[in-house]
């Protein structure tokens, strides 16, 4: 069954498909990036994204570049996850910074091919959505844009009605990252998977890299 993890920008969701993967059953490694050392993973074609964060191999990042159809999707998503395998991947839209598939004609497709996927929450007054603030001001100072912290607020307290299917599991992943037992029940659930005895060594080890943002290293 392949999944689809739908967030934003700096929304923790490259952590969610890798403990996806992790749990899946899938061969992923990853890199623990620090915005100083990242030189051997960050080609000059890409962008220094002046925070802690993970690069996932196989990247399952599927690049949308014009309107598709159930057949043309199809053939591009098998070019980058081959169809013997279940695959944890995002989509990248045509608009800039996210994989958010909400409301998009991407879900469409996706949902009518069979595709599970996993929508993100994020309380923004939890910590994490003050971590999420601050990561967001550093991609604004490396992609050279104002930060403006008022929209951003605005943008993550607006509601969003997210389809109702079996297919769709809404994750909160503030308390996911707080090792909240009953939301990590329901991920596992989800994934129709078995628990992982040391999820939260997982989960700790990915908290104490990030936090790392909160002071003045990064």
Known sequence: MNICVSYNACEFGDFIRYFSSIH?????????????????????????WGMHRLLIEPNKNIKLTETYNKNSFLKLFEEKCPSSSTHVYKIKTSKENTHNILGTPEYDIIHSLGHKVIFTKLELLSDWGLLLLKRLEL??????????????????????????HHLNHELQIDKLLDYNEDEYNKLVKFLDCKPIDDW????????????????NTA
Do not use: A
Not at 140 to 163: A, M
Not at 200 to 214: A, G, N, S
């Open 24 to 48: 899946t059953n899938q061969f992923t490694k990853v890199h623990w990036l620090d915005p100083k050392g990242s030189e051997k993973y960050l080609q000059p074609k890409n962008k220094q």
């Open 139 to 164: 991609l604004s100072k490396v992609l050279d844009e104002k930060f403006d912290k008022e929209w951003w607020i605005k943008f993550y307290q607006k509601k969003r009605d997210y389809p109702k």
């Open 200 to 215: 939260k060594e997982i989960v700790k080890k990915y908290t104490i890299w990030i936090k790392k943002d909160l002071d």
